[in-house]
């Protein structure tokens, strides 16, 4: 089992580099998987396998982990990335998946 | 192009049942695990059910085992989610999802709405 911890919310100035962080305690080992939901739509997978970018995601967005901490990070930031962002991982032993609780991304 | 239409949603009172569907194209779902994931109003997304590609494994998170039921027809690319004695705390947009590297999600639905009557 996974608790996946996220900050409810992230601001940044257009242009500027937003950097959205997922904690959990035993997460090491494990690949982290970010998606982006904009209000009334469905998720959009951006990043998985913790830094892998899906085709058709823009280079601007980039995943890293240290630790127990893995990143999503967007560089020069756009108005149309304002969204929830989620972070995910897989726990194989029970085939269950966990979500982190999502970080509301403003863009000022 | 892969789709996932999810319909079968509606409003419900508290004790009843209802069957969700998701119908794939685009993509050989018989070979493909997949997922349904929930969403409550104002809330963060919950993972709900797994089902392996022949049906053989499945899985659930600790809110719905013993209520819900996921299983799939292949020679119709679709999806269920029987979900039984209905509360409220399962008020919810649910999505189908297909599974995908590392225990991801890379194509979603756009939701099927469970919501309770007053």
């Known amino acids: 089992s996974y608790v996946l911890t996220q900050p409810p919310s992230v601001s940044v100035a257009p242009g500027k580099t937003a950097r959205i962080p997922c904690g959990a305690n035993?997460?090491?080992?494990?690949?982290v998987h970010w998606y982006q939901q904009k209000p009334g739509q469905a998720p959009v997978q951006v990043i998985y396998?913790?830094?892998d970018r899906p085709s058709g995601i823009p280079e601007r967005f980039s995943g890293s982990k240290s630790g127990s901490t893995a990143t999503l990070t967007i560089s020069r930031v756009e108005a149309g990335d304002e969204a929830d962002y989620y972070c995910?991982?897989?726990?194989?032993?029970?085939?269950?998946?966990?979500f982190g609780g999502g970080t509301k991304l403003t863009v000022l | 192009q892969v789709h996932l239409v999810e319909s079968g949603g509606g409003v419900v009172q508290p004790g009843t049942s209802l069957r969700l569907s998701c119908v794939a194209s685009?993509?050989?779902?018989?070979?493909?695990?997949m997922h349904w994931v929930r969403q409550a109003p104002g809330q963060g997304l919950e993972w709900v059910a797994f089902?392996?590609?022949?049906?053989?494994?499945?899985s659930y998170a600790d809110s719905v085992r013993g209520r819900f039921t996921i299983s799939r027809d292949n020679s119709k690319n679709t999806l269920y989610l029987q979900m039984n004695s209905l509360s409220v705390e399962d008020t919810a947009v649910y999505y189908c999802?297909?599974?995908?590297?590392?225990?991801?999600?890379?194509?979603w639905g756009q939701g099927a709405q469970v919501t309770f009557s007053s």
């Open positions: 999802a297909r599974d995908a590297e590392g225990g991801s999600f890379d194509y």
């Open positions: 685009g993509f050989t779902f018989a070979i493909s695990p």
């Open positions: 089902i392996s590609s022949d049906a053989k494994t499945d």
């Open positions: 035993n997460i090491g080992g494990e690949s």
């Open positions: 396998d913790t830094s």
């Open positions: 995910q991982v897989w726990d194989g032993v029970v085939e269950q998946r966990f």
